[in-house]
């Protein structure tokens, strides 16, 4: 199995740009569902889980091409309505067809997603906004079986669950009321950027959506929609993870193609614990980073967007293990995404777990070990642990990272770090605890 070695303590400098974010692409991918005209997408970010949506489209009649980092997609065959287990496990974002499928083809059967690493993720949201808008829905068999064979109607539906609202869950709603009759208002709708961002693309398709990036959504359903060329926004998650290295490692770096607006929440965290940072505002979007003093720990919760994202959540604890001090961490969103605590203690970190909340002794320093990643985010803390840790740490299962990054580990190494790929198996150095 491929597994990446790092090798700890050097500092990162100079310049790297931020891919397309994932986020903002996968669901755009799935609009494609929605229109018979080409659409164009440029910063694709070419990550495996947008490989899976582009698999999973072209099982349901959708033809793409993808060529540096530009993916057209056109819609074929409008007959296939059913999102395969095969595909679905691999990627939850596969759910985000549902809404398409079922406003444009009146018909959907999506694998119910299953378990996953960073806990219980239900679906019950999604499943509630459309049967509001008339789709029948029967769930058997580990499928979501849908249909509207009068086509769906506007409706009041509510994206409030107990941790927040559902970012892919307002996708699917507000995609399927784009062709809806009448009109639907989304209640507690997502308001991240990735669901701004893909809203705007469906108005600039002909779609009529009003409110986006406050919780109250408004869509007036249009009979069509057409094709366009879109840019996917920079991924905020990918930027903070840089931003997160540069500040373990106490590095100086320059970010291109970050939205710091996107940021926020995130940027004044890093400068509580003494980061500084410019927006140069010019044309490549360029931020400059200086982390040599970051060494103040903070406590936080993770929490739907403009706060921190769950997503960057655990590269914030790898961050936090080696600044002296105590901090505390709990994620809201996900509140069992934990998993990467106990590899982090493998290398050294001290925390403590009270319920759902982490506490955190920064301990100055971490050593290299053996560590697992069990999850997208999780593999990137480790990542980030290891340029923090004394000597070599290796991380196995590395195919959670290739999910969700563009080339992470490339794009560190083009900042000064050392890690290496390994595609075979490789004899494990044993080394005597220092
Ligand atoms: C999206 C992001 C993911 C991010 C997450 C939270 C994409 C492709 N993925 O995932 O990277 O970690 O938002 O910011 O954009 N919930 C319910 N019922 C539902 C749906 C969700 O209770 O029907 C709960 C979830 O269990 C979770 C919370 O709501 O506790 C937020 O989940 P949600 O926003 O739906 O996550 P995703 O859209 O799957």
Redesign the pocket.
């Known amino acids: 199995m491929p597994h990446i070695v790092v090798q700890g303590g050097t500092s990162l400098h100079g310049t790297v740009r931020v891919s397309g974010a ?2 903002a692409a ?2 755009m991918m799935a609009a494609a569902i929605l229109t018979d005209q080409p659409l164009r997408l440029s910063d694709v970010p070419d990550l495996l889980d947008v490989q899976t949506m582009n698999q999973l489209l072209s099982s349901l009649g959708v033809a793409s091409s993808f060529f540096q980092n530009r993916l057209t997609l056109q819609m074929i065959d409008e007959g296939p309505c059913l999102a395969d287990y095969e595909l679905v496990r691999r990627m ?2 596969s759910v ?1 067809v549902l809404g398409p499928l079922l406003t444009k083809r009146r018909q959907a059967t999506v694998s119910l997603p299953g378990g996953c690493n ?9 499943l509630r906004g459309l049967a509001a808008m008339g789709a029948e829905i029967e769930v058997r068999s580990g499928y979501v079986f849908a249909q509207a064979r009068q086509g769906l109607r506007g409706a009041t539906v509510s994206m409030a ?9 307002t996708f699917n709603i507000m995609a399927a009321a784009t062709l809806a009759r009448g009109t639907t208002v989304i209640e507690y709708a ?1 308001l ?1 950027p ?1 669901i701004v961002a893909v809203g705007e693309m469906l108005n600039a398709m002909g779609a009529r959506i009003h409110g986006l990036g406050t919780s109250r959504i408004t869509i007036e359903g249009v009979e069509a929609l057409s094709g366009g060329q879109f840019t996917v926004i920079p991924d905020r998650i990918e930027a903070g993870t840089l931003l997160v290295a540069a500040a373990a490692t106490k590095s100086a770096i320059q970010l291109a193609n970050v939205e710091p607006s996107h940021l926020t929440a995130v940027l004044d965290l890093l400068g509580e614990m003494g980061a500084t940072m410019t927006s140069l505002g010019d044309a490549t979007q360029t931020l400059r980073f200086d982390g040599t003093n970051v060494s103040y720990p903070v406590s936080f919760d993770a929490l ?1 967007y403009p706060d921190i ?3 960057l959540q655990a590269q914030l604890m790898s961050l936090l293990c080696c600044l002296p001090g105590e901090s505390r961490i709990r994620d809201l ?2 509140p069992d995404r934990l998993m990467h605590v106990s590899e982090l203690c493998r290398l050294g970190a001290d925390i403590r777990l009270d319920g759902n909340a982490a506490i955190i002794q920064g301990t100055g320093s971490l050593s290299g070990a053996n560590v697992m990643a069990s999850d997208l985010r999780a593999s990137a803390a480790l990542v980030i642990a290891g340029l923090i840790a004394r000597g070599e740490t290796t991380i196995h299962r590395i195919y959670h990272l290739d999910r969700g990054y563009e080339q992470l580990e490339n794009k560190l190494n083009t900042l000064g770090a050392q890690i290496e790929r390994m595609d075979v198996a490789r004899e494990t150095i044993l080394r005597r605890p220092a």
């Open positions: 994932k986020n996968l669901p939850r974002a985000c960073i806990g219980h993720r239900p679906i019950d949201l999604h669950g107990p941790q927040g609202t559902s970012v892919t869950g997502a991240e990735e739907p994202p769950t997503d969103v996900f």
